[in-house]
């Protein structure tokens, strides 16, 4: 029996980075709702480039049925399960994460959330992962 993979703890901003399917989870703060699309949009200023907040589409299409205002309200933090999508080159479509989960961050420190994510990627790094 295989078991899944686990997602990589990322910052919003190395999500175009990843490769296509890749499995993460990551905190972004709810920039706009798309109802058209069924995409969040989300910023994390980190780190922080003056004038230049990074961003990114979610698909919360799958999660219809149990997401709350909570989590569409604009300035919420939000918890974030999913993979990377990236369009066919040529389309003028961005890349984006499908979520499979989303949950409210709750009362938020910053600062602390960026260094453990910043600690436990050191520590990947060092265990070749």
Not at 51 to 60: L, R, W, Y
Not at 88 to 112: H, I, W
């Amino acid at each position: 029996m295989t078991t899944p993979l686990p997602s990589k703890l990322v910052f919003l901003s190395q999500l175009r980075s990843l490769p296509s399917d890749s499995k993460v989870r990551f905190l972004g703060c709810v920039r706009t709702y798309n109802v058209a699309t069924g995409h969040l949009i989300f910023e994390h200023n980190y780190p922080r480039q003056a004038g230049k907040d990074a961003i990114i589409a979610v698909d919360i299409n799958p999660l219809l049925e149990t997401i709350t205002s909570e989590e569409l309200r604009v300035g919420a933090w939000v918890n974030v399960l999913g993979y990377v999508r990236k369009p066919v080159q040529g389309t003028g479509k961005e890349d984006y994460v499908e979520a499979v989960m989303a949950f409210p961050a709750g009362p938020v420190s910053l600062g602390e959330y960026e260094r453990t994510v910043r600690n436990a990627q050191d520590v990947d790094l060092a265990r070749g992962l």
